[in-house]
């Protein structure tokens, strides 16, 4: 038997390959697939099944991609209508050479979520693995709030019941593969460790340390984790059968004049260089997204129907940064800055900065009451772990529609966790016109470093 | 300024990759031409243009599939009308960056065969290099038969007008770029070197130490070089553009059951393997074919409307399988056989064998004056640089035509320079039914190391 | 948490990486230790301890090679003198970045056999997993007969109490991971799988389904698990620590001719061949051992004190016999034969053949009544599973001691369980002037699937 | 025939792997040389000479170390005593295979420089390649001030001799093959392209391009070429034999804690980050050295008695780093900071920043007439090509000695070409208590893209 968790960075997503004998099957394959092919044509053998776990609704699913180079079948859970792949019932059983594998109906996380359960009959009837998708990760289980609010009892109740009437069941010494790991927007406290097993889940995961169901559905109705824009078209496309790739986009690397010609006709600009150098030197109205947030926050900010050009720290960046824009549907990356932001100011076009300041300056400008604002930027719940007092708080991703919230005549500190978000959402002023941003850098990571005072009050 | 020589093994075939600044081009690209995107985007730089020296008859040109992924312009000389591309006439000239190339038109070996020679106006006028296609190669100069014998003496008074009236004058001190290196069927006396300049060329390439026009002529129309059957089907390709590959064919591991039921169906099997396992065990009728022959001698035997199976030494070596199959239209590979030969005799399955037998031996049979064929299946300036009295010559793509002149009564030694082509004529033989085929290994290099008579006679 | 499983091919030997934050330790490193430093360059981590679970006999550790290139600290058990590292107790703890392991004292494999248990505070109390050495492998426990026949007993029973005792009580939840995995000489049934966990080997390991002690104290004595002789070597290395090796050996292509003067100065020649080409073409005196047996073979058939010369089926694969008998403790690969085996009889050189058969020739011989030995060379596990009727039985490796046992004057017809041993042992045999030798293609899986009789008489 | 150019990136240096049959010969090899035993092994060959050209002083010499690993002989000039390898004179003659290798004594640059000539003599005696080291590069020769002033007619002339009497009569057919390419100390104007040849070079070379040997001399006086101080550690180990490697540096991550504390002990802090990082942030008294640029400037500030501790923008990049610190004798690089400067800041330590200024507002600032220093960095011949009016001009790496003559109460704006040697130039002002400090960014570049008045007085 082959095993192997195939990560893609970036969407901290996981797809699995599975293999005994001449055959394989995949476990919710990414986009840009041709990993898969890869190791199925080094291992030697033929990959025959796909199984998606549920519809996505962070990234374009990779079935029908892989399933056109390959010929696999695409399977998935019943309740909700695909326009590719097969629909399959609870309980239906697959071999994959000596292996078996058994389609169990775990919804709550969507409707149509199943997980699949290997055994390897050669060595006995223990549950091997279990590839839980969103139901239940490492430390965390999946979110219900993808139907609404109105429906997250329901939900929840669901996957109450799929967790503790289905999947740790199957005993506690099965192999946890969940489609996640920690950073996703899936779950929001996913840990930080890819090995486990229902017994340890069962013993410690907090999540299910609940007294009942009801319990657990009332806990996940006070969760309030956030929906990117972009959730809404890869709904749409996992369901429909999202666009095919054939293979991955080649961005062509621009000069300064064709870069500016090209923003000149309508192109986007993502600025992935760290935190650091964007302050020091972007161009007007570029996207500060630092190579690693590519995946995560593309969806929050950048259209899909414009083309995206790309300013990188290092060439070698460009196959990451196509990678991480495809996974979520970003097609037409058109463009790179030849040279980065240096071939731009060697043309003696004008850069802008924003201001950089760190905690002790902050501390001490608090300290002497200037006229300011302080907004942190993060998530609802690491504001709720302590912020700095009189900050105001607006979600990264909420900044475009929240605009006319922020003072635009003062002084505005960007405050996140490194500086890194601080960063994003200060490029988000900048473009709206705010004249004075600064990033914090180390952020609240540095502020409670240097020991200063921490608020808990909203 | 950017220059890489990118060859393909097995075809002893040369592309070029040049560029400067933001801007590359391209030469004579093959077909799988992902190693000229990865180039491109390890490099920086956009491919502009993609210039063909000439239809070619031995593989299936890139430029079209090329084209398709990156946008660049196909280019290609006059006198012929090709189904996609440009035609450009002599003088020509295009920028690649700070590089300047010239189109020279340089008939011969085809009529629309063109030369490209690149400057690079910032340091001087001198021509750097010169792309000449089959013209001028390191050792020996291009084809000249490939319109058929009548025209022999056209088209080598065109070549000799064009390397010595056009490419020569560009000065010694230019550095020559090929379409092909050693064991290409396109030049019978290649050197085993890349390296070379017009100056080393004009001094002791010895096809240029003509008296005149008429020696060069007559000295064309003496050479007899192979032509496989298969050109027929790259030269019609090459015109009207070859089907697209999108992506490499993607074989299948298949079981010894499942391979077995697909020769019954149809497929044509071809073994890699070394001509030693190939004598020891080989599944019946099929094509001995040493995986480094692949794309030299697939053409000679395999049909293109039959799938293609596999049986390798090394699993390993199946995408370099794949890709020689695919360099010259082979598209339908679509299997190989798990585990070798050995996943076939480990089922039970026949295997069938050939005999083998060493120089020393097959010298005391001849001695003994046993009753027997040596056939000596290699080229005809092979053959006529020396071989064993008495045998017989047919070379080996001519066996399957001329098996009727072979007399499959008696034992059969075959003979060739080292035993590979030895054991591939040995397969056709086998698959004709013939009964006692002997593999000579090491053949005319063994007996010629040990000392054994070597005849000119014909 | 970073976890990597690093297996070393040949060995079916398992080393692990662990990494948190920015330290890394390992537990049994392999000798030819560069992929460790790679992985901890790329993770950005520093090692900081090498976790030995005991001194092995199957391999070179490379605790000592590793801690020279990295400083790192090398920690072994109780109850004996390393002549390197620090002895460590049972119950002591380290901390790896956020993780914390312990290390249990599991004796029975070898007297100071570790165990080490990983935690991650940050998520709970649960044991995530379990280092186990050879004491408990996915399938089947360890050896309890290396320190003799009389001290099984002891051994057993003290593996017994480690395993119930220490082990087990970790919870099922615990990942397993051993020391080795299918395929090692240091268990006979290892599952052909990675994965496992204490609950799945708790309820279907076949070695732990016993009524009591008694019972598998009872089991282990009736195991015969082959010693090969290297193992006295790699004791005796391990324990004082083995010689380092600082590169790996750079063995220089030789020429038939340099090759054959390096025979006629006392080299030994191993050719890694597949069994069908070896057959129809060998050297004399030759070794045949296919590549992925060299590190389970060489061992019981080469001497440490002579330089060791190669043939190779492919020249790529000579890092990885390299790595393979370097593993081992053969550092003296000096050469290999340019071209490998048609470099050799290219020049006229005299090359030997073995005999080939199949099973239904085998089957017809047989009920002919040919006067001939069937030898099977097999384990005694796999002989006494079944096996030819009339067969004589010596283990491949106890054929050079047992050489008088085999009637030189008749044919031999070596069998195994699919050809390679067949054809290792023929090689013996061939050393010692036996004359007519087969390898019988296939072998016991061929006659098997051909449905020919198999006896389980002794 | 094998040739391969392996070019050293950082130094611009050029060695060439050249290869026949079985044996192989380096020319110039670098001190990290697993890459040419790498080559060798892919290849099939061994590798039987080194080659050296001249003692050089840019880089460490790696044929005492690559010796050691393959056992292959070190060959050098005449007329110097060297601590290892073997002295050859003129004319002496070497067989590689097929190949045949010609000493040629080519004084000039320095005394006992080398060149060496290869001819293929089975196709003929027009020869091939020529070595010609720091003798003659592509469009420019080499220095010949590395003896001291007064030696510069005696070096100038034998260098003409060397050039005009031994190497350009070898024909213009002749491919040239240098030791360097652009960018590198050894040569002012070396173009930037690595193919050329005799005749090329004779007709454009501007070096060339003289009436007689008298002008030649000439020239070679006037030219003012920078010696970094490290030439002379390089000198002296090039001579005795540098110190072996064994394997490269193996940096460890650290902390912000450790590496504060590590600085607090002496270590040398080189922040390789792009220059707009490293105005937005970086520790105090930090170099900033770009990647690109670390082998060429680390040899003008960073002592070879101290630890050397590295900030990174991304931790790929570490081996590079160390590759590059190592071909010029840094081998004490013993950490670098996890995270990079992030990872500094997120712990509330304290960050420096430098002053960001572009052309237009520079140019404003000037014609403000505002109280400031413009100081150019550049190289003479730079400056002398155009530069800003008014500014001052210290070459980068003579800051350090000439520190007293820049006014440290004004603001300083660092000018260079396009803002890294600006940036650079800075770093050292900030570790030397400048207080203002300017990145002029895009610099000479972007002020002459902009059109601004650009002066040639001194």
């Not at 309508?266 to 996207?287: C, E, L, R």
């Not at 950048?302 to 083309?307: F, G, I, N, Q, V």
């Amino acid at each position: 038997m082959l095993f192997q968790r195939i990560k893609s960075e970036g969407l901290a997503h996981n797809s699995y390959f599975i293999a005994s004998r001449s055959e394989a099957a995949l476990v919710d394959p990414r986009r840009d697939c041709d990993v898969y092919v890869d190791v199925a044509q080094k291992e030697g053998v033929k990959i025959k099944y796909i199984f998606e776990t549920h519809r996505n609704e962070d990234y374009v699913i990779g079935s029908a991609e892989l399933s056109r180079l390959t010929g696999a079948e695409v399977l998935h859970g019943p309740r909700s209508d695909w326009g590719y792949g097969t629909r399959i019932e609870n309980g239906r059983e697959f071999e994959i050479g000596g292996l078996e594998l058994r389609a169990v109906h775990t919804p709550g996380h969507t409707d149509e979520s199943m997980s699949y359960v290997l055994r390897e009959p050669s060595s006995g009837e223990v549950p091997v693995l279990v590839f839980t998708g969103d139901a239940l990760f490492v430390g965390d289980v999946g979110r219900t709030d993808l139907n609404g609010e109105a429906e997250v009892p329901r939900m929840a109740g669901a996957l109450y019941d799929s967790i503790f009437g289905a999947i740790l069941p199957l005993g506690d010494g099965t192999i946890l593969c969940p489609a996640h790991g920690a950073g996703s927007v899936c779950g929001l406290r996913i840990a930080d460790r890819d090995e486990s097993t229902l017994g340890i889940e069962r013993q410690q995961n907090p999540a299910l340390q609940v007294a009942d169901r009801e319990e657990f559905v009332k806990r996940k109705l006070a969760e309030k984790p956030e929906t990117p824009p972009y959730f809404t078209q890869m709904h749409e496309w996992n369901l429909q059968g999202p666009p095919l790739l054939k293979n991955l986009p080649i961005p062509v690397p621009l000069t300064a004049r064709e870069f500016k010609s090209e923003i000149e006709k309508g192109a986007v600009v993502v600025d992935t260089s760290s935190p650091t150098s964007f302050v020091a030197a972007h161009i007007k109205d570029s996207f500060s997204i630092w190579l690693g947030g590519l995946a995560l926050f593309a969806g929050w900010f950048l259209p899909y129907d414009r083309p995206i050009l790309l300013i990188l720290e290092d060439q070698h960046e460009l196959e990451t940064a196509v990678r991480y824009l495809v996974r979520v549907g970003y097609d037409r990356v058109s463009g790179y800055l030849k040279g980065g932001i240096e071939g731009w100011y060697n043309m003696g076009f004008p850069t802008e900065c924003m201001q950089v300041i760190d905690v002790h300056d902050l501390k001490a400008m608090i300290d002497r009451g200037e006229d300011m604002i302080v907004l942190d930027d993060r998530k609802d719940d690491e504001w709720n772990s302590g912020h700095i007092e009189g900050a105001m708080h607006v979600y990264v991703g909420h900044i475009p529609e929240r605009m006319a919230e922020i003072p635009r005549e003062k002084p505005v500190a960007m405050v996140c966790s490194t500086g890194r978000r601080a960063g994003m959402g200060g490029s988000i002023l900048l473009r709206e016109g705010f004249r004075e941003v600064y990033n914090v850098l180390g952020s609240m990571t540095a502020w409670r470093a240097a020991g200063y005072p921490v608020s808990m009050e909203d």
